[in-house]
């Protein structure tokens, strides 16, 4: 008599773009922010905003691709439009493009906390430059270098193959 087969369980094994990524990171000047990390623009604070969203692939014969040009061209339209609803402070208008794991990730509100903590530290938002294109293994971003009254940053936004926004960074430039 045969024992059957042990079933196959699945791999434990998690893909690296599989991993939902939160990270907060304030970077303050003063002890008293106990991080042991400081970091200035300009002779003041910065905030380092990392957030990541999940960026998966389908099977490749599910997707249709469009001209390369095209979707970059559509990346750049929506990041600069990121850029820009930060800048009115429109922080749920922000989200609009996120994709479902970074909208669970990312509240409101701490991109409000996050954005207001920039402009505290470096001023009002003043312009964008021109967005550049990214890739990288596990996805594709668009940076963007924004000029405040007192400082700069650069804000990346990442996009899955869906398009839709899976990482969101303010960094100083």
């Known amino acids: 008599?045969?024992?059957?087969?042990?079933?196959?369980?699945?791999?434990?094994?998690?893909?690296?773009?599989a991993i939902t990524l939160l990270s907060l990171f304030i970077f303050m000047t003063s002890v008293a922010a106990g991080s042991g990390h400081a970091g200035s623009v300009k002779g003041g604070s910065f905030v380092h905003l990392s957030l990541t969203g999940k960026l998966s692939s389908p099977p490749p014969a599910q997707r249709q691709q469009p001209s390369a040009s095209s979707q970059e061209d559509n990346i750049k339209k929506l990041a600069k439009d990121v850029v820009e609803k930060l800048a009115a402070e429109d922080f749920e208008g922000v989200r609009a493009n996120f994709n479902e794991q970074l909208k669970e990730a990312l509240p409101v509100e701490k991109i409000e906390q996050s954005w207001t903590i920039v402009t505290q530290q470096i001023g009002s938002f003043e312009s964008q430059g021109p967005p550049k294109l990214v890739n990288h293994e596990g996805g594709r971003g668009i940076i963007i270098r924004c000029r405040f009254e007192r400082g700069a940053t650069q804000v990346e936004v990442w996009f899955d193959d869906e398009n839709l926004v899976a990482g969101l960074w303010i960094r100083p430039a």
């Open 1 to 17: 008599m045969s024992t059957p087969p042990k079933p196959k369980l699945p791999s434990a094994r998690v893909s690296a773009k």
